[in-house]
């Protein structure tokens, strides 16, 4: 199966898409921890990122699209994957359409992950992640059991460094003025399929369960 999971910062893009993976056996690709991953290393190619993360703009297509055609070519995303965060904007798309013809594995469907924007800004604001495993944790909607402290090893919880008020705005901006014209690709050629992101998470996965049931075949199926 392979599928894109388009939403605006906040959706819940990332923890459905970690479901999904799960359930499905297939890689979570998402251009953003791939990025982050970069950043940490050091590399040349992290430095270029740093600025357009660090103030929620989009980085260059050059740069994302080197790190998916890496990511794709190993050997666990052969039998599909999840992209999360990728395509962000229409020559994205286009350039993904490409790679996936040329290696005759079409997309399956992309699906859009729809929330008030008010819920999308609580999201983020009360965001915090797990260093150590990162698990995703929210201090209103889904807080950790031990204030400030990963339920699963105790590690200190950290807000990623773009959650600050000034960054998501420009994040959410940007989702709007590039990304939505790719959910309007898609649906133009018949592969988006919307879902409602409000609600439990795990509403939410099942919401996803089963729009992606007709794509599902036997052997993706967890055991
Ligand atoms: P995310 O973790 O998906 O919220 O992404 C964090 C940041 O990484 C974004 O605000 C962008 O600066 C950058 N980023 C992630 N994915 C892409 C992409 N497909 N194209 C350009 N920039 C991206």
Redesign the pocket.
């Known amino acids: 199966m392979r599928i894109i999971l388009l939403g605006a910062?906040g959706s819940g893009?990332?923890t459905q898409a970690k479901l999904l993976s799960s359930r499905y056996k297939i890689p979570q690709v998402?251009?953003?921890?791939?990025?982050?991953e970069t950043l940490d290393s050091g590399s040349k190619l992290g430095q270029r990122?740093k600025e357009?993360?660090?103030?929620?703009?989009?980085?260059?297509?050059d740069?994302?699209l080197e790190i998916?055609r890496e990511r794709l070519a190993r050997p666990d995303a052969q039998d599909g994957f999840i992209l999360?965060?990728?395509?962000?904007?229409i020559s994205?798309a286009k350039s993904l359409e490409k790679m996936l013809a040329k290696i005759e594995q079409p997309l399956d469907t992309a699906l859009l992950l729809e929330a008030d924007p008010d819920a999308l800004i609580q999201r983020l604001a009360g965001r915090l992640t797990c260093p150590t495993c990162g698990r995703v944790y929210n201090i209103y909607t889904k807080p950790p059991r031990i204030e400030g402290h990963c339920d699963r090893d105790g590690t200190e919880l950290t807000p990623?460094s773009?959650d600050n008020e000034t960054?998501i705005a420009?994040?959410l901006r940007?989702f709007e003025s590039h990304t939505r014209p790719v959910a309007e690709f898609y649906e133009s050629r018949e592969k988006l399929i919307k879902i409602d992101a409000e609600g439990e998470i795990n509403e939410v996965a099942k919401r996803l369960r089963a729009a992606l049931r007709p794509y599902v075949s036997r052997k993706t199926i967890k055991k």
Request: aromatic share 2%; proline share 5%.
């Open positions: 910062p893009k990332g998402a251009t953003g921890d791939l990025l982050r990122a357009a993360m660090d103030t929620g703009r989009l980085v260059s297509d740069i994302v998916i999360d965060g990728f395509p962000r904007n994205q990623r773009d960054t420009n994040r940007v």
